[in-house]
């Protein structure tokens, strides 16, 4: 299926997300926050079908990492996933950019339908 690289700082969240992911045949690449991810996307040469990344976050956040991976990478379709009105507000500026935010809390079957929509 598809390689995905997943951004989260939490573990537990991120461990839950790769889990669920993997069960619908992706192989999924993690990553701590935004500057770990883009240190993934440029290990990897941005091959990654999908980049699914937390908006808030410490060191580099996710919005900054949209900005950075579309830089280097930009045919690389990037969702955003947040808890936080004020963030999905910041991601509403991100047109061209990002192709869904997910609002927290969601389901597994919500993450999955999300994620074979953006890759088809």
Same mark, same amino acid.
């Given at each position: 299926?598809? %390689?995905?690289?997943?951004?989260?700082? $939490?573990?537990?969240? =991120?461990?839950?997300?790769?889990?669920? #992911?993997?069960?619908? /045949? %992706?192989?999924?690449?993690?990553?701590?926050?935004?500057?770990?991810?883009?240190?993934?996307?440029? &290990?990897? $040469?941005?091959?990654?079908?999908?980049?699914?990344?937390?908006? =808030?976050? +410490?060191?580099?956040?996710?919005?900054? #990492?949209?900005?950075?991976?579309?830089? *280097?990478? +930009?045919?690389? +379709?990037?969702? !955003?996933?947040?808890?936080?009105?004020? &963030?999905?507000?910041?991601?509403? *500026?991100?047109? /061209?950019?990002?192709?869904?935010?997910?609002?927290?809390?969601?389901? #597994?079957?919500? !993450?999955?339908? *999300?994620? =074979?929509?953006? #890759?088809?």
């Amino acid at each position: 299926m598809a %390689h995905i690289l997943l951004v989260d700082d $939490e573990e537990g969240v =991120r461990g839950f997300l790769k889990r669920g #992911l993997e069960i619908d /045949g %992706h192989a999924v690449v993690t990553a701590i926050d935004g500057e770990d991810g883009l240190a993934r996307l440029d &290990q990897h $040469e941005g091959r990654f079908d999908l980049l699914l990344t937390d908006i =808030r976050m +410490p060191i580099m956040d996710g919005i900054a #990492l949209a900005h950075a991976a579309k830089r *280097s990478y +930009p045919e690389l +379709p990037v969702m !955003l996933m947040t808890g936080f009105a004020d &963030q999905r507000e910041r991601a509403g *500026s991100l047109d /061209g950019i990002v192709i869904d935010v997910l609002t927290k809390p969601f389901s #597994l079957a919500d !993450l999955r339908t *999300s994620v =074979r929509d953006a #890759l088809s």
